[in-house]
């Protein structure tokens, strides 16, 4: 291995008390990165006003460069001394580099530093083994250092100096390996003519010698293969520039993946506040429904005790002025008491009042708890309305409703724009596929006079978004232009409506084609005012990947979604024989105009016989 001395010559240091003219530091021991370091803090130390020159290996004056370029207030200049010959044998040549590399491994996973992190406790690792201990220590309350144990509480920084060093130690690696391979590859010669390999022929892409250029490769394009090879590997560095780019702008956080992971960062956020929010509205729907329920069951309790306790008072007191009554007739004399004895005796024998207790005077349990969950759910139809379509706020870089049933040039809610999307055009998708056999939705459009909606293919709305609007584009719809519309799969001319839809219902029909054995779409657009139809396009192709989609192109006027009503029906299960059994009460009736019916008919059969 060959040592390329380097002199480095620091002029114009701003220190002052030394009065040599000239200092040159020569280092030749194995641990020269130590010396470096404490050279370094001499330098720092030091009051110097002259040069100050350094001899050092090439590697070494790589790790020292980048050890000093914070370091602003040093005027340097490096110089190349002449290659020479070094007198230490190979073996104490790969000594010093093993203790280079020794400095440069990570003491985690043994390897040359791969974008290493510096700790505050002066420690660096590489990022991903600082990601796994990262992970180790999350299940604890503190963070601590490997190496020396310290509890770490800031966050690690990039050592770019020794990135740098690690990158430079490893070309130079892979040069020395070259040139070892290059050296055995000299070996490597002609079989036809035992001469050297010095020429490449572009024709037949293959190396030859001197002679073979001469015999049978004379007419061929060839040149040296030096050159060659030095234009080839351009090539290779020309190539791997984007790769280059793509990584420095992973590193660096500016490429679109690292901002992607940001936005699905925040977008977990704000989906959960959302959650949040949402089902806080239900939780506050059911304490109120609940507390309502319990202030009429005490309500109820309040007044069936009243009537009960009523009753109780008015029956103490009956029976109280009867007992008094009949014990003061007992005290009359004995002719009075026999004579009135049997009307004593009615008076005294106890007969129930009307206001006895029965089933009503209890609280009516079912009225309170049967059915207690569907009729909370019928209450809760207005607080959670159903809409059959829901926007997809992925699939736009304009925002969306909170809800996801609005869509406006102006909105500004939870779901910020997506990142992926282009900005050619303000499209929004819906987020599922209409493949029913029928589908039906209303667009609230109101006084708006530009906007596009419709249908389309989810890759047609994924591509470049610069192409027009056009079945052959994937995309089926009907567009308003101030006072004109205009259906998007025809090449008619724009025609105007006397009465503009506030909202435009959307049909997708599935048309079977006899003829061809195929199915079709059916795509309608009418008023939802009246049902009055719009435009029409009947031989949509069956694909099962059409998605609603709205365009809206006025700021300040929102296209939305309107929800639909919902019917609960109650379903009994019958039996065939039940379904269809006759009552027995009807039975006499159908045996009567059974006969009637069968009486007509003879007669009808006798009179054309005669």
Known sequence: MIWQPCCLIYNHLPVKSLLHTDIEFRFQGNRTQTHLYLLFQLIQLSHLDFPLRISLTFYHCHFFLHTLTHIHTLSLSLTHTHTHTHTHTHTHTHTMASYLEEDLTCPVCLEIYKDPQLLSCGHTFCRRCLGYQQN???????????????????????????????????????KE?????????????????????????????????????????????????????????????????????????????????????????????????????EFEKLHQFLREEEEARRAALREEEKEKKGKLEGWIEQELQSLSDKLIEVEEEMENDDVTFLANYDHI???????????????????????????????????????????????????????????????????????????????????????????????????????????????????????????????????????????????????????????????????????????????????????????TAIACIRDVAFRKDLFPFLIPEERDAPLCIVPVNINMTTEKKFSFFERHMIPLDMISLYVIAFLVVLLVLLVMIWTKIN
């Open 136 to 174: 180790v220590f999350s299940a604890f309350s503190t963070r601590t250092c490997t190496v020396c144990q310290r509890k770490i509480h800031q966050e690690p920084v990039s050592n770019l100096a020794l990135r740098k060093t690690c990158e430079s130690y490893q070309r130079e690696r892979k």
């Open 177 to 277: 390996k070259g040139n070892e391979e290059r050296e055995e590859d000299c070996g490597i010669k002609c079989l036809m003519h035992g001469e050297k390999l010095l020429f490449f022929c572009r024709d037949h892409e293959v190396a030859i010698c001197s002679q073979c250029r001469k015999q049978s490769h004379m007419s061929h394009s060839v040149q040296p293969l030096t050159h060659t090879v030095h234009q080839r590997k351009d090539q290779i560095k020309a190539a791997l520039r984007p790769a280059e780019k793509v990584l420095e702008c992973l590193r660096d956080g500016t490429a679109l993946e690292r901002k992607v992971t940001k936005y699905i960062e925040s977008q977990a956020e704000q989906t959960e506040k959302h959650m949040k929010e």
């Open 345 to 531: 005796m009615t008076r005294a024998r106890y007969r129930p009042s009307d206001s006895q207790l029965n089933s009503g005077s209890l609280i009516d349990v079912a009225k309170h708890v049967g059915n207690l969950r569907f009729s909370v759910w019928e209450k809760m139809k207005d607080l959670c309305p159903y809409y059959p379509v829901v926007l997809d706020p992925n699939s736009s870089h304009i925002s969306v409703s909170d809800d996801l049933v609005c869509v406006s040039r102006s909105i500004r809610r939870f779901y910020s724009p997506s990142p992926l999307q282009n900005k050619d055009i303000h499209l929004v998708l819906g987020s599922e596929a209409q493949n029913a056999s029928f589908n039906c939705w209303d667009v609230e459009v109101g006084d708006s006079k530009h906007w596009t909606l419709g249908v389309c293919r989810r890759s047609a709305a994924e591509r470049n978004r610069t192409q027009p609007l056009t079945p052959q584009n994937g995309f089926w719809g009907l567009s308003r232009n101030g006072d004109f519309y205009n259906a998007l799969w025809t090449a008619e001319a724009p025609f105007r409506l006397r009465r503009p839809p506030k909202t435009v219902r959307v049909k997708l029909v599935q048309r079977p084609d006899l003829n061809n054995n195929q199915l079709y779409w059916m795509l309608r657009f009418l008023d939802a005012r009246n049902e």
